[in-house]
């Protein structure tokens, strides 16, 4: 596996295979993701090889400008304009009516696309340099942990990359939020860095519901996701003798114990659950968040984890 310091070269490079039509890993704010060109649908299809992913399930485009995000998306709404100026670069994907030259393979066929500009400064240069928008899903095999790390690539993944670009660890360590612009009130279709309070205030009104039941918007809602191998169990305590992630002192070497804020408790779960994972315990017991505003990203990710 190629793990590259993200020098001047190394980013040459990446640019240049990904305007060949091959995978690039590279770091974001969030986690890392598996890039291919978005305007390239041969390439994009060897993102849903590498990673088993369904084909029903759109991938986000990257820009770092927002000229590319004339080439993608039409008709942008007030509300959106308002997010991207706030919040762009950063955590907060949109969903936005695409333009016809998005590739169907990019967005499943749908007739939206998820658009987000990344805050990390290696993913700006490399879909700079490249002069194209990257699609990227999390550089993870389907139903696996994003990584938040270039050393927690797994293999395979890393096999069908070019290249990994090692941007260190990722600073909000979540997947971004996932925002419907396409209705008149927006909704959140997956919880991320950006906390639905964070957007509220940003808008001036309170975001719309999404149905729990009907029409799945947002193919990528699965009920387990994001898992480790190990099961995983949420408990109210973790016994002294279990593995696991808690808040406070741990009581043996297969705890990890856990910031107490949402934002920093989100930079280090994924890699906590990944060093739980290697070291083959039977069961990681995940002592349970506060049931509060700030900590929606992670609980939906802890119960999409501990799903069965
Ligand atoms: O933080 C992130 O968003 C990371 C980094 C690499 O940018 N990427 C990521 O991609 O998490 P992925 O593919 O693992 O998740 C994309 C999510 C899925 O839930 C997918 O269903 C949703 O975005 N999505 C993409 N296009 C959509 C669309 N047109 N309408 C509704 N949901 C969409
Ligand atoms: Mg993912």
């Not at 995978?23 to 978005?38: C, F, Q, R």
């Not at 193919?219 to 994001?226: F, L």
């Not at 016994?239 to 990890?256: E, P, V």
Request: hydrophobic share 40%; charged share 20%.
């Amino acid at each position: 596996m190629r793990i590259l310091k993200p020098s001047p070269a190394a980013i040459l490079k990446a640019a240049q295979a990904l305007r060949a039509g091959q995978l690039v890993v590279i770091p974001t704010e969030t986690v890392y993701g598996l890039a291919a060109d978005a305007t390239n649908p041969e390439a994009v299809r060897k993102i849903f090889a590498a990673k088993q992913r369904p084909s029903d399930n759109p991938l986000i485009v990257h820009i770092s400008d927002l000229a590319q995000l004339e080439a993608v998306a039409g008709a942008i709404p007030d509300s959106a304009k308002k997010l991207m100026k706030r919040f762009w670069p950063g955590p907060l994907t949109l969903v936005l009516p695409k333009k016809t030259s998005v590739p169907e393979e990019v967005t499943a066929g749908l007739d939206t696309v998820a658009v987000r500009m990344p805050s990390h400064p290696v993913a700006l240069e490399v879909i700079q340099v490249a002069g194209t928008p990257l699609a990227a899903p999390s550089a993870n095999r389907f139903m696996r942990l994003s990584p938040t790390r270039a050393e927690n690539v797994e293999r395979a993944i890393a096999d069908q990359a070019e290249m990994i670009l090692d941007g260190g660890p990722c600073k909000i360590g979540l997947e971004s939020t996932v925002l419907d612009c396409t209705e008149e009130v927006p909704r959140i279709l997956r919880p991320g860095g950006i906390t639905r309070a964070n957007i509220q205030a940003a808008l001036g009104y309170p975001l719309g519901e999404v149905p729990a039941s009907g029409e799945r918007r947002s193919p990528g809602m699965y009920g387990r996701h994001y898992a480790p191998l190990t099961p995983l169990v949420l408990v109210e305590q973790v016994g002294g003798d279990d593995a696991g992630l808690i808040f406070g002192n741990t009581q043996n070497s297969n705890q990890i114990s856990m910031p107490p804020s949402a934002a920093a408790y989100s930079a280090v779960l994924y890699d906590a659950l990944h060093r739980l994972d290697q070291r083959k315990v039977s069961t990681i017991y995940v002592q349970m968040p506060p049931e509060t505003a700030e900590w929606e990203a992670v609980l939906d990710r802890l119960r999409k984890a501990a799903e069965k």
